[in-house]
């Protein structure tokens, strides 16, 4: 759908000049002379009537300027003249199929809304908010930061008397910590009692290195907004309270492509099984490094990695937090490409790491659009989201009651909500109460039970209120954005144009198939008569008729060769020398062909008769028989039809337009039309 539609949109000059040559005037309409510079015409000005329909010069430059790339757009008399004829064409087809109601479609008018949807999607954004996170992240970047924390665990629906709790024991620990408290002791107390991070466990707290988009947002931006040995206060996420500590920070080390051997330890490998590998790690190390062994040969021979052992033991390009650790520091201390580090040992065994490439942080105009992407998937995309909605609810006088949303809760029935089978007439709720105004319309009670009906999941993960607040949050979001988009064709007059196009090309493309792509391939009787009169447009060149012999060896050659002398047909040599189990064959080719439409052919004297012997190679021999010289005649519509049949279009589309520009008259205002040309 939405494919024939940008084709559609994509023949609004090509179908256009199927009617008249560029430059040719129309029916009815008066070529404008040269004349001196008229002064500008406003874009609410009519430069022309179609039917009595205006166009303004406003939406004839808007198309003018974007189908004429290339800065062929110069408003010289013949381009404007030229692309007028075209859009006049354009026009009166829309004028046609919207005569037609075309637009009432029920399968065109759901494309529309589909690829109104789509569209809207890049208006509704808060562009000043994201341009900022986008250009943030970047800068962001060029840093990277050793972090380390303390987590109190709070899930993000908890009530808010646990979610208070959890808040004052995070400043609880971030007290004793500023009192001296071991940092990666309170960590590991927190992972304990607190539902803190398990991992602290283990490393008290520290994350070591990351970059831009490896963590939830508040978070990295805690991180972020910290100086060397700071400590944050309590930042929320979804994972509860984090008290931060920033260890370090250092210029980005871009990203780094590596190879590696790996000679792999056990899961609870004992310290002799860890030592016995790095005895083979060092002694393979000692190979490469005194030239014994070639590097791919190592990886072939001794590398246990079954992903990387096909490819050189190439892995793919990472950067930092992107492995563990210790693989990470050892990969970038290689000084330059080409380097072989000493093995390291982790988890997962002895590596060795050969340095590939390295590269670094790209310039923004290079990643833009990247960062882009990442920004919208990112947990830091509602941020621009939660401005946007804030923005439209303050530009159209939101306003709520909490009282009357208060009692609709309560009227909820906690078991219906938590099983998702929740029905609109079972809340006992009057459902005329008013829950929020926007834009001076009423939402009421009984348009969120809808809702709810529609949108509640069977969920135990969050309180009944808890749900319920989520639910209204994403009911209100959405009527606000549902109201944006409504408006967006008054509020921003480049979607209202990209839609109209849009619109006007769907239309095009449906009235055209009818009246002329479709016609011409199903009117058989319209296209043989068409062919018939046209017969002289469809001609064969001279064309030799001829048979190509190809034979395997030269003795069969001979012998074909022989019984083609003889009058013999292809089909009797055939028969007569390939024999079965013989390696020994000929086969025929026959044809008419042109001159030109095979070298073989063309290489002939082109007169009847029996060509001699050419041999091809060590192994193959070749000859033709040329069995007649075929006079230059028409060409049957079979032959032709492809030709025919786009002939025979361009034949329907000009009748087509003829009558289209009888029906619908156009009128051009001069003076306007004048105004836009600039030499």
């Known amino acids: 759908m939405i494919r024939k539609s940008i084709l559609a949109l994509s023949t609004l000059i090509t179908l256009a000049s199927y009617g008249q040559k560029a430059g040719a005037p129309a029916a009815g309409t008066v070529a404008p002379k040269a004349s001196a510079i008229a002064p500008k015409a406003e874009k609410s000005a009519v430069i022309f009537t179609v039917d009595k329909q205006p166009v303004t010069v406003g939406e004839f430059e808007y198309v003018y300027t974007k189908n004429n790339i290339n800065n062929q757009a110069d408003y010289s008399e013949k381009s404007l003249t030229d692309y007028l004829n075209l859009y006049e064409n354009f026009r009166l087809k829309v004028r046609e199929a ?45 840093q990277e930061v050793n972090v380390s924390h303390i987590l109190i665990g709070c899930d993000e629906s908890a009530n808010p008397s646990d979610t208070l709790i959890a808040y004052n024991k995070a400043l609880d620990y971030r007290a004793r910590l500023l009192k001296g408290e071991d940092f990666a002791k309170l ?35 805690a991180a972020y907004g910290l100086k060397p040995g700071d400590v944050s206060g309590p930042v929320r996420s979804q994972f509860g309270y984090h008290i931060v500590k920033l260890n370090k920070t250092r210029p980005a080390q871009g990203e780094i492509h590596v190879a590696e051997v790996l000679i792999k330890t056990p899961e609870k490998a004992t310290a002799e099984e860890i030592a016995k590998a790095k005895v083979r790690a060092d002694s393979i190390y000692n190979l490469i490094a005194l030239g014994k062994t070639k590097w791919d040969d190592a990886v072939t021979a001794f590398s246990e990695d079954r992903t990387s ?56 105009t290079e990643v833009k659009a990247d960062f882009k992407k990442k920004v919208e998937r990112d947990s830091r995309s509602s941020v621009a989201k939660t401005k946007l909605i804030d923005r439209i609810k303050r530009e159209n006088k939101f306003s709520e009651s909490l009282v009357t949303k208060r009692q609709f809760f309560d009227a909820v029935d906690t078991n219906q909500i938590r099983s998702g089978n929740l029905k609109a007439d079972s809340i006992k709720f009057s459902g005329n109460e008013i829950l929020f105004h926007l834009a001076g319309v009423a939402y009421k009670a009984k348009d969120f039970e809808q809702f709810l009906e529609k949108s509640a999941k069977r969920r135990n993960d969050k309180t009944k209120d808890g749900l319920l607040t989520e639910y209204y949050d994403n009911w209100v979001n959405q009527k606000c954005l549902d109201y944006e988009e409504s408006m967006l064709d008054k509020k921003k007059p480049e979607f209202a144009s990209l839609m109209k196009e849009y619109r006007d090309g769907i239309l095009l493309f449906e009235l055209t198939d009818r009246q002329v792509w479709g016609k011409a391939t199903k009117d058989t009787a319209g296209l043989q008569a068409y062919h018939e009169q046209n017969k002289g447009k469809y001609m064969w060149k001279e064309r030799a008729d001829v048979e190509i012999y190809n034979c395997s060896d030269k003795k069969i050659c001979d012998d074909a060769h022989a019984m083609a002398q003889s009058g013999k047909t292809g089909e009797e040599i055939q028969k007569a020398l390939n024999k079965e189990g013989s390696n020994s064959k000929v086969s025929v080719l026959s044809g008419k062909y042109e001159k030109g439409q095979y070298d073989v052919v063309d290489k002939s004297t082109w007169k ?20 007649e010289i075929i006079k230059p005649e028409p060409k049957s519509l079979k032959e032709a039809k492809g030709y025919a049949v786009s002939d025979y279009q361009e034949f329907l589309e000009k009748k087509w337009l003829a009558d289209l520009r009888q029906k619908y008259p156009i009128e051009v205002n001069q003076a306007v039309f004048k105004s836009l040309i600039k030499k």
């Open 309 to 364: 052992k096909n490819k050189k033991g190439e892995l793919q390009w990472f950067g930092v937090g992107r492995m563990m650790p210790e693989f990470e520091e050892a990969a970038y201390a290689l000084k330059k490409d080409g380097d072989i580090g000493k093995p390291i040992k982790t988890n997962y065994g002895w590596y060795i790491i050969k340095r590939l490439e390295k590269r670094a942080i790209p310039p923004f």
């Open 608 to 627: 009847k008769g029996l060509e001699p012997i050419t041999k091809i190679n060590d192994s193959s021999y070749q000859f033709i028989l040329v069995k």
């Open 187 to 221: 960590a590991k107390e927190a992972a304990e009692k607190e539902k803190g991070d398990p991992s602290a466990k283990e490393n008290g707290g520290t994350l070591g290195w990351f970059t831009v988009f490896q963590t939830v947002y508040p978070f990295e931006s």
């Open 98 to 142: 919207e005569a037609m109601k075309l637009d009432t479609i029920s399968s065109l008018k759901n494309e529309l809304e589909g690829y109104r949807k789509q569209l809207a999607k890049s208006y509704l954004t808060d562009k000043e908010i994201t341009d900022h996170l986008i250009q943030e992240a970047y800068e962001r970047s060029k």
